[in-house]
Nanobody, 128 residues
């Protein structure tokens, strides 16, 4: 069975850093297309970053460019989201997603309904 498990969330003051991890297992070939999303209650789930292990390309939302970095470990089963210079508006539940509908991995991060597989999320709170 497909599993995506996020970890690394927590509380951090503004300007701080966190490193999230998404450990995956059982993903099909389409699972090479992955993304990080975040969501605040009452708002649409927002794409943060997209990563294709096939192409090595990473795209970021404008709001996190220059501050967040996605990487994949050497084994290929753990996707990281390094978050630096965190702001209060970065607060939210962060989700790992994989397997873009259609089987490809467009450059656009896309919307939440563009992805087939999801983790349960890990909470990130940025507050003084």
């Amino acid at each position: 069975d497909v599993q995506l498990v996020e970890s690394g969330g927590g509380s951090v003051p503004p300007g701080g850093s966190l490193r999230l991890a998404c450990v995956s297992s059982g993903l099909p070939v389409t699972g090479k297309c992955m993304a990080w999303f975040r969501q605040v209650p009452g708002q649409e789930r927002e794409g943060v970053a997209r990563f294709s292990s096939a192409s090595g390309h990473t795209n970021y939302a404008d709001s996190v460019k220059g501050r967040f970095t996605v990487s994949l470990d050497s084994s290929g089963n753990t996707l990281y989201l390094q978050m630096n210079s965190l702001r209060s508006e970065d607060t939210g539940m962060y989700y790992c997603a994989a397997s873009r509908r259609g089987g490809g991995c467009p450059l656009r991060i896309g919307r939440s309904d563009d992805y087939l597989h999801w983790g349960r999320g890990t909470q990130v709170t940025v507050s003084a």
